[in-house]
């Protein structure tokens, strides 16, 4: 059969009128629930959007010109918190934050949350690559891992925030590899692989990584709730 739905707050044409869909569609349309994506990161809104395709109508802060705050947590998940409570403030939206980067075992765990900024305000990820490797020339220990903190509040006020925290491990490379992906890609090893992240295609390292395995966790959390 067919579900009819009332159409609400539409032009004049169609007030007093039914709007016919096939089951699936309106299905979708029920589910489908936007919100923002607080990040202003090309790189994370592109793997976020493809992650999230199917189960939210997302937006970006730039696109609904939402100001950055400074991220002043000591941690991936204070960090998370202040961009999702910021965008969801703005937009009055429900908010999805994530907050991520590379800690390095011999390091002491940096470039951590500086790991956007380690060679400097705005600096590009080349230049972060370079000081990184500059460091771990002398070290033999390569281990390092990606983490991933994702957090979901429904407002700016939440209590209660969804909050995922989950890691990615592998190894520092001593020369750069691959085109795909951004950041610290290029020089992250994964031993199963034979490869670099930035040499893993976008379905699978979207499947495997630190914000994939963040966000599918997250994903049920909130199918628990709604």
């Given amino acids: 059969g067919v579900t009819y739905l009332r159409a609400a707050l ?10 016919i869909y096939s089951p699936s569609f309106s299905a979708k349309l029920y589910t489908m629930k936007k919100i923002i994506l607080a990040t202003g990161n090309l790189g994370k809104v592109r793997e976020l959007n493809a992650m999230l395709d199917g189960h939210y109508t997302v937006v970006s802060q730039k696109e609904l010109k939402v100001i950055e705050v400074p991220e002043t947590g000591s941690s991936f998940i204070e960090n998370a918190l202040i961009k999702a409570r ?7 939206l429900p908010a ?26 705005n600096a590009s990820d080349e230049e972060n690559i370079i000081k990184l490797l500059k460091a771990m020339e002398s070290h033999t220990n390569r281990k390092a891992n990606f983490c991933c903190a994702m957090v979901f509040v429904r407002d700016a006020q939440d209590s209660d925030p969804v909050i995922i925290e989950r890691r990615w491990h592998g190894e520092i490379l001593k020369t750069p590899i691959g ?8 020089i992250f090893y994964l031993k199963e692989y034979d490869c670099s992240t930035a040499q ?12 994939g395995l963040a966000l599918r966790d997250l994903l049920a959390e909130l199918s628990l709730i709604e």
């Avoid at 004049?12 to 709007?19: C, I, P, T």
């Fill in 96 to 121: 999805l934050a994530d907050d991520s980067g590379l800690e390095v075992e011999v390091l002491d765990g940096e470039p951590g949350i500086y790991s956007a900024r380690y060679a400097g305000e």
């Fill in 179 to 186: 085109k795909n992906g951004f950041g610290y890609d290029p």
């Fill in 10 to 19: 539409a032009t004049s044409f169609f007030n007093s009128s039914w709007v």
């Fill in 200 to 211: 893993l295609n976008p379905e699978t390292k979207n499947r495997i990584s630190h914000r």
């Fill in 86 to 92: 910021n965008a969801a403030s703005q937009s009055q």
